[in-house]
Every structure is written in structure tokens, then in C-alpha cells.
């Protein structure tokens, strides 16, 4: 193989690539590097698409196949665009315990979606965590990145509702 | 680096410190933070400068007592306060030296805190985990710098050996013959790989350690390397844990800055430095042929032992993979000899061990405790007793590839080979407690569930075998289910644990059999009577009928 296969041109002029284009190069475009890019990717982009995927693959030299099988073996790497706002509710077993089901219930009636599903108008997504290990507060919801602890029905639809003026 | 430079960073910085008289320091890992207590941070530090008092705020590790944070703890009265609000910041403030704000006032005399026996967290909730000189400050890298001036590679797995320490990742295999094998076996390069993949659920024990006191544990993986001739180290945390792999990250930095990663450490022959690999939320990565998959850049799925990763692990090397609770406690055996940890602890399982204590009780949080304290010791003194109003009924270790303890075993004590005899398994340690609004059939169902989306998919038994389980735990839950199905249960029970390629499908039984051991009387109420007398499942007509 030669030592100085050509990379491939970014696939856009978005300054995200350059992003993703670092964490590769700071691996060396080793093939290793193939989840760490991928978690770039997505830190970048909200969610991993078909172009992202064969671009990482061809920097990379990795069948599109394994890229492809990477991303999709992972939870957490998603295909789908995030809503505007995610509400990521914890299953874990102290949160179940504690009642993380019914929030579950809760949560879905609000947003009139299921677990993994986007709204229709693109404002929120919401999606279920194995376990964030925030037991000792449970049950614990992420909203938009932050945890909240001893979640209440109650606080869940003020949320929510927040994100979706009527 | 030498000792007396080490001496020199702990020297100023302990005189650093006692140029303010008062220290408050405030949790900031992930229970507290959790509830707000960056926003109390901050109105502390607000309220300092506001009122010129001569005192420092910092940000520390876990404080044990996650249920009543945020938890603030103000030296060098030593009061820990509880339930903390960006609001109570003036009357703390205020109260510095003289008396404490007794509203706020936490005990430090209750059993919560004084059953304990601190190695692994002897530095949590006490140092800032962002600045390697306090960790210095608290005799850390001492160990280091002994093992590499003062010890050959030999010497320390003797040391290792002799502490008894057993894997804390939950299968308890002997760290010091791990050490010797990997030692021993030929490489051109050879690997270190801590096991950050914390993926029970109800565990927090590695997060909140790589959280609280990420030094401890970098410490550790290079002694290990050392120990065992590798060059380059991996620590794979869980893309759940950000803040873990954000003060990881940065204690990788400060050890380079401060020369404890890098080449020839120490001015020693030993070259070794490493990093974080992020892992992509799935459970089988916790096993290890799977774990270094997933470094390698593919997908998680284990392949069949041996070769043992000892022999041929990552890309093929020598490879040592311990889980981080057992590599903390390395700095303390090297520190304070094998002896002294090998008297910590039962005949067979030696030292503490780090456990998660979580669900219905009312001491929620981290706590360590010597092997061989019973769980009614734990769950009662410690944890302070399910809440008012209900009744213990199981307690949950070991997630979902442990089991249901009841109540008639609690005077057991801890260590690996009594929980395996009662079903269940030490695990990483989460301790899940139970109350009778749980209904165990549907507990069972939980865990299998678990199992079941998280099997990787390589081996039949455990990809089709959890789901069929799952099917017939179902249908037990929903009242449809026939005395039949309890028996093929039982029969794919045992097909699944005797079958399966790793770990995740050999043990996804365990709740089922833990549950139908001690709890069969349920699932025959279920099947028989269409009845759950925890209320949980909507079986039948007699739905809310609580026992």
C-alpha cells in the first residue's frame, strides 16, 4: 500500500468537517480511529448520514461496510436528525425502582411520540438511556444535556411543555 | 520526577492551602451536579468575595451521601452540610468559624459514614480532582515513583499477589496472577486497558471515582504497565459518563505536564503513556474480548476464550485489562504493602470493595466497605432501612447478570463466593434495594429485556434465547401465560447459560433463576391466578391488589 494514499475532499464547506478531518489526523487516519471519528461526527453534526459515513470510510481506508455496521451496532450513534430539544429519560434499574416507566408513559402522552421517535414539527426528540449513572438521584431525565434528579411527573410536562409553546 | 521533588509540589501546595484558614468545598461530580451544585458553587464563591472572608471554595469529588445533596463540606470545623441551595450561601458564609448553620447540618457520626473503610475513596469529596498537586498533596504518585526507583516489574506482582486483591469488575479472578501471566508472555509490545465500561445498570462506582479522584486510578494503570513490561495504555469509559472522560482527559495532561506519563519516567528506562478511547453505549463492551474490539475500531462482539487477552489481546498482544475500581486500589497496595491490604477483608476476598447503594432506601450513595460486612449491615446500618411505610423484599446486586437476594440471606457477608452461592454475583457492585411495591416477575422481565436488545447478535443461544424469554416473561406479566411456559423458561434457563459464547448470554439468566428460587410463588400467582400482588403487572382482574 502507498504510504501516501490521497484523502478524500471533504464533502462540503461546512467548517464542521475540518473538525472531523482533526480528530482523524491526530490518529494518524489509523483504521482504530474509526469510532472515535465517528464520535466527532456526531458532536458535530447531531447524527451520522450516508456522505459522513463513506467520507470517514474513504479518509480512513475502512470498507463502507464496517463503517456502516459500526454505527448502527452502537446506541449510542444515531442516523436520524435530532429534534430541536431531546429529553433522554434513564431505564436504569434504580430509576425503573423508582418509577422511570411511568415517566416514560408520560413523556410519550406529551409529545404524542415514542421512545426513539422526533415530533413532527422537529422541536423534540425523545429517547431512553440504559443507565446515565445518576442512580443516586433517580429517576433522572437528561434535558438537552443536563440532568435533572428526583424527577416528578410534574416537572416533566413543565418541561416539556416549555419546549412546545401551545 | 524523584521523591524529593514529589515533596516539594505536596509541600506547597498544603502551604498553599493553609494560607486561608477556611475551606469550603463543594461535590461537584455527577449526584450533586445533578442537583445543581455548580449553581451553589457558584453563589459560594459570590458570597467569598462579596464579604471579603478568607476563604477558599473549591470543587471536589463525591461525598458519599448522593441522596442528600448537593453536599458542601466546610473545613476545618469539618461540618458537612446537606441539601445545600445557591440561597444558603450567606448564612454559610457567615457562620465560617463560628457555629454551623444547624438546618443545614449533616452528621458525619451516623453509621453512613463511620461503618466505612476508606482505600478507594480515601481521596473522594477531599480533593479537587482537576489539579494533580493535590493529589500529590495526598501521598499521591508516591507510589509510582517507589515502584519504579525502588522495585523491579517482579517485586510488584509478588506485592500484588500477596494483597489478595481479586478483579473488582465483578468475576473476582486473582490480579496478581492476571499480572504474572501477562508479565511472562512474550510481545514486541504490550498493552494496558482499563475497563471503564461501567455498564450495569444502578452502578456508578467507576464513574464516580474517575469523577472524584481520576489521579488514583492513572496511577495504578502505570505501575501496572510497569509490572508487566507495556508501553501503551487504553481507558475505555462510557460515552455516558462526558464529565468522566472530561477529568480523565485532563489528568492524562497533567501527568504528562508533571512527567509521570511520556518517555523514561521517573529518569527510568520505563516509557509509557496513554488514552481515552470512548466507548458507543453498548453493554457487551464491558467484556473484554468485545472492549478491545471496540478499541480497534469495530464492532463490540467478543470471540471465544482462549487465547485469554493475557496472551493475545489487543491487536494481537499481551494485553492486561482490569476494571478501574481495581486498579485504584493499586497506589495503596504499593504504598502500604500487600500485608496490610491481605488484612483488610475475608479468607477468600480480600480488601474492600466499592458499592453503589441505590433504589428504596434511604441512605442513597457511595459507599466502601471491608469485605465480609453482612448485607444487613449495609442495608440497615449504612443505608438506614427501606423508607417508612413498606417492606424490604429483595435486594438486587450483581445488574443483570447477578440476582435477587432475599430477605433470609441478609446476615451473609459480603465476598465473591457467597453471593455466587445464593444466585447472584458480586458484579461491579451496584446493590439495588427492593420493597414490596416490586413485583419480581416483572424485575425478571426487566433484566431480560435488558439482555435481550443488548446480545450482540453473534451466538444463537443468547440472541434468540433471551428473546424468547423475554416473550415468556411477557406473557406472565400479562396474564396470559400457562404452566407450560414456566417450565420452557426454566429449560431455556439452562440452554442459554451452558450455550452461550461470552459472559452477557451466560449469565442473562441469573435473574430469572435468583427470581424463581426465592420468589416462585409469584410467578405461580401470575400463571395460576392471573395475579400480581405487587400491583405492577396488569395481569388480570385482580389488578392492584397489594399483599
Known amino acids: 500500500m502507498p504510504l501516501t494514499s490521497k484523502k478524500p475532499p471533504l464533502p462540503s464547506d461546512d467548517k464542521r468537517w475540518r473538525i472531523v478531518n482533526g480528530t482523524m489526523r491526530r490518529h494518524g487516519y489509523a483504521r482504530d480511529a474509526l469510532i472515535e471519528t465517528l464520535h466527532t461526527v456526531q458532536e458535530s453534526f447531531g447524527f451520522l448520514d450516508k456522505p459522513a459515513l463513506r467520507f470517514v470510510a474513504d479518509s480512513l481506508r475502512v470498507p463502507l461496510s464496517q463503517a456502516y455496521g459500526v454505527a448502527t451496532f452502537y446506541h449510542f450513534f444515531t442516523m436520524k436528525p435530532p429534534g430541536e430539544h431531546v429529553c433522554l429519560i434513564c431505564m436504569g434499574t434504580a430509576c425503573y425502582i423508582k418509577g422511570a416507566g411511568a415517566l416514560l408513559n408520560e413523556a410519550q402522552a406529551a409529545l404524542g411520540i415514542q421512545a426513539g421517535e422526533t415530533t413532527a414539527d422537529a422541536k423534540a426528540s425523545l429517547m431512553t438511556a440504559r443507565c446515565i449513572g445518576s442512580c443516586s438521584v433517580a429517576p433522572a431525565v437528561v434535558f438537552d444535556g443536563e440532568t435533572m434528579g428526583n424527577v416528578t411527573g410534574k416537572n416533566l410536562r413543565e418541561k416539556l411543555a416549555g419546549w412546545r409553546p401551545a | ?547
Open chain 2, 1 to 547: 520526577m524523584t521523591f524529593e521533588e514529589l515533596e516539594q509540589i505536596a509541600t506547597e501546595t498544603r502551604e498553599n492551602r493553609e494560607k486561608s484558614p477556611c475551606e469550603l468545598n463543594v461535590c461537584v461530580a455527577a449526584g450533586c451536579l445533578s442537583l445543581h451544585s455548580d449553581a451553589v458553587k457558584k453563589s459560594l464563591e459570590e458570597e467569598v468575595k462579596r464579604t471579603g472572608a478568607t476563604c477558599r471554595v473549591r470543587g471536589t469529588g463525591c461525598m458519599g451521601l448522593c441522596s442528600l445533596g448537593p453536599l458542601v463540606a466546610s473545613e476545618p470545623s469539618g461540618q458537612l452540610y446537606k441539601s445545600v441551595a445557591p440561597a444558603d450561601a450567606t448564612e454559610i458564609v457567615e457562620n465560617l468559624e463560628g457555629v454551623p448553620v444547624p438546618r443545614l447540618l449533616c452528621s458525619r457520626e451516623q453509621p453512613f459514614f463511620q461503618r466505612q473503610n476508606l482505600i478507594v475513596l480515601e481521596n473522594s469529596g477531599r480533593i479537587d480532582p482537576e489539579k494533580i498537586e493535590e493529589y500529590i498533596a495526598a501521598d499521591g504518585y508516591r507510589a509510582l515513583v517507589h515502584a519504579l526507583t525502588e522495585m523491579n516489574a517482579n517485586e510488584i506482582v509478588q506485592e500484588v499477589s500477596k494483597s489478595g486483591l481479586r478483579g473488582r469488575g465483578g468475576a473476582g479472578y486473582p490480579t496478581g496472577l492476571k499480572w504474572g501471566t501477562v508479565a511472562k508472555t512474550a510481545g514486541t509490545t504490550k498493552y494496558v486497558i482499563c475497563n471503564a465500561d461501567e455498564g450495569d445498570p444502578g452502578a456508578f462506582m467507576d464513574r464516580s471515582v474517575l469523577e472524584s479522584d481520576p489521579h488514583r486510578v492513572l496511577e495504578g494503570m502505570a505501575i501496572a504497565a510497569y509490572a508487566v513490561g507495556a508501553t501503551r495504555g487504553y481507558i475505555y469509559v462510557r460515552a455516558e459518563y462526558p464529565l468522566a472522560v472530561k477529568r480523565f482527559g485532563a489528568a492524562i495532561r497533567e501527568a504528562r505536564r508533571l512527567g509521570f506519563l511520556g518517555s523514561q519516567i521517573c529518569n527510568t528506562k520505563f516509557n509509557f503513556d496513554m488514552e481515552v478511547r470512548i466507548g458507543g453505549g453498548a453493554f457487551v463492551c464491558g467484556e473484554e474480548t468485545a472492549l478491545i474490539a471496540s478499541i480497534e475500531g469495530r464492532r463490540g462482539s467478543p470471540r471465544p476464550r482462549p487465547p485469554y487477552p493475557a496472551q493475545a489481546g489487543l491487536w494481537d498482544m499481551p494485553t492486561l485489562i482490569n476494571n478501574v475500581e481495581t486498579f485504584a486500589n493499586i497506589p495503596s497496595i504499593v504504598r502500604r504493602g500487600g500485608d496490610w491490604y491481605a488484612s483488610i477483608g475475608t479468607r477468600k476476598s480480600k480488601g474492600t470493595k466499592v458499592f453503589a447503594l441505590t433504589g428504596k432506601v434511604r441512605n442513597v450513595g457511595l459507599i466502601e466497605v471491608p469485605m465480609g460486612t453482612t448485607l444487613r449491615q449495609i442495608i440497615y446500618e449504612i443505608g438506614g432501612g427501606v423508607p417508612e411505610g413498606h417492606k424490604f423484599k429483595a435486594l438486587q446486586t450483581g445488574g443483570p447478570s447477578g440476582g435477587c437476594i432475599p430477605e433470609q440471606f441478609l446476615d451473609l457477608s459480603v465476598d465473591y463466593e457467597s453471593l455466587r452461592e445464593l444466585g447472584s454475583i458480586m458484579g461491579s457492585g451496584g446493590m439495588i434495594v427492593m420493597d414490596d411495591s416490586a413485583c419480581m416477575v416483572n424485575v425478571a422481565r426487566y433484566f431480560m429485556e435488558f439482555c435481550m436488545s443488548e446480545s450482540c447478535g453473534k451466538c444463537i443461544p443468547c440472541r434468540s434465547g433471551t428473546a424468547q424469554m423475554f416473550e415468556l416473561l411477557t406473557r406472565m406479566t400479562e396474564g396470559t401465560a400457562t404452566a407450560r411456559d414456566l417450565e420452557l423458561l426454566e429449560e431455556l434457563c439452562d440452554m442459554v447459560s451452558s450455550t452461550s459464547l461470552c459472559g452477557l448470554g451466560q449469565s442473562a439468566p441469573n435473574p430469572v433463576l435468583s427470581t424463581l428460587r426465592y420468589f416462585r410463588d409469584e410467578y405461580i400467582e401470575h400463571i395460576n391466578d392471573k395475579r400480581c400482588r405487587a400491583g405492577v403487572c396488569e395481569c388480570g382482574s385482580a389488578v392492584g391488589v397489594t399483599a
